[in-house]
């Protein structure tokens, strides 16, 4: 009995259960029933409210209520007459918009100006109840083809100066903030958090005009957004557009927009991006008739020369600084840009120091500093302000020295390596200067191949100093070692030699041809040689030749302890009015002329014994007498493959 029971009361309870479970599901069904049939109501609802308003609204908003408020809107902010002048469409699709065609805004200060904006066309985001209220508001504005014009006055202001408007009214306050002191009991209050939205730009023109100076600058193809959201907040300009012919990319960002308006100083940040040329400024910037600028400074332009082009300075193309990186803290004002903590790169030459640049209303631009490199190519730096010759035959190329006019420069230069040409030099200490019509390097002291060298490089214009002159002297220098470097070949005397170059032109160009190159050259040389030259198979050719070659005396060399050279330069011909080799047993004295625009050679030589009282280091300059041993030749042909003949007579 017991255990049926407790049977039949475990089946109840089961049963119990699922008639629980059953009633759950059921209501749960009914729940989600319930629902749906809400969410149905709701869309058919909403459906309804939508058709309606679809139908209602265009009804319910009035189209000059809308147009003149956006009028009044316009003229608030701005201050300026504000003219639209069709009637507006408006749209509800897919987001609230008022579309108006032609919008003038005019200044009130100056009625007789051009347009400040004269726009195609004007599309307006506006809200939907303040609109049923009759106060529409308006966001996001995109104006479509504007022409921008901006027009200078004589006393400075131009067109869009206005005391009137919000953005004034936001001015005046951010001036008085930032003019009075927190500890001011009239400190003035916060700016208005008026709002604006964004305003893109398609397709448009800004023109700048200043009639006093016969000057209009445009830009076209404008594209981009100015975004102000509140005007109170910060400002981002992101437009592209195409200046002289050059796409331009410009970013501005402040935090401070209303104070930069007033031309005060303020926090910004601006990108200018095209192809002559790349800048970004961030730092504390002030647009007033007397710009100030502090702050850090990036640039870049694969051609200095393009970009003063492409800015419209006076500096000529080729005749300007070339290739150029700058990273540097700047100060700016009065036309004059102090530059601290500079990194330069300039035609491949990166250095570091300090740079001061003026650029004067009435004056000619200038560039001053200290500049320190690791390594220099001292050829491409003055390249990148001189029209230098790249090479000797660009010497006899005219070069036209008007950037002597436009252009001042005082550079000091160090570098712990450089190149002068083909030639390294270490340690260089030198300076660079273009002023009054002179344009000045200076080598003051540099270490190469052993010794030390110095140099001058002048190029002027006219008048006494006019021309070109080259200046050079090397003391104690491994002369195989630099005649390598210069990949002179041939069989040339070769030791620790001391030298002195100088070479002038006597028009005011660097040089009309090589002809017109003047001046002198002298080396010295002690304990040397002469490579691939046998005194000993010199003389058997000589005695049993009529001519040869030096490639047939080349299985030797000839050792001397001093040789001296001394020329002249002028007319075209090189005259050795110097020539001597004193050697242990051999003395070679050489003169004649080297005609050497056409390379040849025409020289008269002496090979004698060398006299005893030469020997002894007594008077070298007196000319050997001649002996039995002695013989005179003739070197003529051309350089490096000279032909020797022999005179008869010996």
């Known amino acids: 009995m017991s255990s049926e029971h407790g049977t039949d009361t475990g089946l109840r309870t089961v049963e119990l259960m699922v008639a629980k479970g059953r009633t759950g599901l059921e209501r749960k069904g009914a729940n989600r029933r319930r629902w749906l049939r809400w969410a149905l109501a709701g869309a058919v609802v909403a459906g309804l409210i939508a058709g309606i308003a679809g139908v209602a609204l265009p009804f319910a908003i009035s189209t000059d209520l809308v147009r003149d408020r956006l009028e009044r809107d316009i003229s608030e902010w701005t201050g300026h007459e504000v003219e639209l002048l069709d009637n507006p469409e408006i749209h509800f699709w897919p987001v609230p918009r008022i579309e108006l065609n032609r919008i003038s805004v005019s200044s009130r200060q100056y009625p007789d100006a051009k347009p400040i904006v004269f726009a195609d066309e004007m599309i307006v985001d506006f809200s939907i109840l303040s609109a049923l209220t009759g106060e529409p508001s308006f966001s996001n504005f995109v104006l479509v083809r504007p022409i921008f014009t901006v027009e200078k006055f004589a006393d400075g202001t131009t067109s869009w100066n206005s005391e009137a408007g919000r953005i004034a009214e936001g001015m005046a306050i951010s001036v008085q903030i930032a003019e009075t002191s927190s500890e001011d009991s009239n400190k003035p209050g916060p700016v208005p958090a008026y709002r604006l939205g964004n305003v893109t730009v398609q397709n448009g023109t800004f023109s700048w005009v200043d009639p006093g100076a016969g000057m209009e600058e445009k830009v076209t193809a404008i594209n981009g957004t100015i975004g102000w959201p509140r005007l109170d907040g910060g400002l981002r300009v992101d437009i592209r557009g195409i200046f002289r012919g050059e796409a331009v990319a410009l970013d501005i960002n402040s935090a401070d927009p209303l104070l930069l308006l007033a031309k005060k100083s303020a926090q910004t940040r601006v990108s200018l991006a095209s192809s ?375």
Not at 536 to 541: A, H, I, K, S, V
């Open 276 to 650: 002559p040329m790349t800048v970004t400024f961030d730092g504390m910037a002030n647009l007033s008739e007397n710009p100030f600028f502090a702050g850090d400074l990036t640039m870049a332009s694969p051609s200095m020369r393009q970009t003063l082009q492409w800015a419209g300075t006076e500096i000529k193309p080729g005749e300007a600084i070339g290739a150029l990186s700058l990273e540097a803290e700047i100060q700016m004002q009065n036309g004059r840009a102090m530059l601290n903590d500079v990194i330069i790169e300039l035609e491949g030459n990166r250095g570091i120091g300090v740079l001061d640049v003026q650029n004067p209303e009435d004056g000619t631009p200038g560039i001053s500093g200290t500049l320190a490199f690791n390594s220099l190519d001292v050829g491409s730096f003055l390249r990148a302000f001189t029209p230098l010759p790249q090479s000797g035959e660009e010497i006899a190329e005219t070069i036209d020295t008007s950037f002597l006019h436009q252009l001042t420069l005082d550079m000091r230069l160090s570098s712990q390596s450089a190149t002068l040409g083909p030639l390294n030099l270490t340690n260089l200490a030198a300076a660079a200067r273009i002023v009054e019509g002179r344009a000045v390097f200076d080598i003051g002291d540099a270490e190469a191949y052993g010794g030390g060298l110095a140099g001058r490089i002048v190029l002027a214009e006219s008048g006494a100093q006019g021309g070109g002159e080259v200046k050079f002297s090397a003391r104690d220098i491994d002369l195989a070692a630099a005649l390598g470097a210069l990949e002179v070949g041939g069989p040339l005397p070769q030791g620790k030699a001391s030298l002195n170059l100088a070479l002038s032109s006597r028009y005011p160009t660097w040089a009309t041809g090589l002809r017109d190159l003047d001046g002198m050259f002298e080396i010295s040389i002690v304990d040397g040689s002469i490579p691939s030259f046998d005194i000993d198979q010199f003389r058997e050719l000589a005695a049993n030749q009529r001519f040869f070659g030096l490639s047939g005396v080349a299985d030797g060399s000839f050792a001397f302890a001093s040789a001296e050279f001394k020329a002249s330069f002028a007319n075209g011909l090189a005259e050795i009015d110097t020539g001597k080799i004193v050697g242990e047993n051999a003395l070679i004295d050489i003169t004649g002329i080297i005609p050497y625009q056409r390379g040849g050679l025409a020289l008269v030589g002496l090979l004698s014994d060398t006299p005893p009282e030469t020997q002894e280091g007594t008077d070298e300059t007196e000319a050997p007498e001649t002996t039995n041993n002695a013989i005179q030749f003739f070197v003529g042909g051309s350089w490096p493959t000279p032909v020797i003949s022999p005179i008869l007579g010996n």
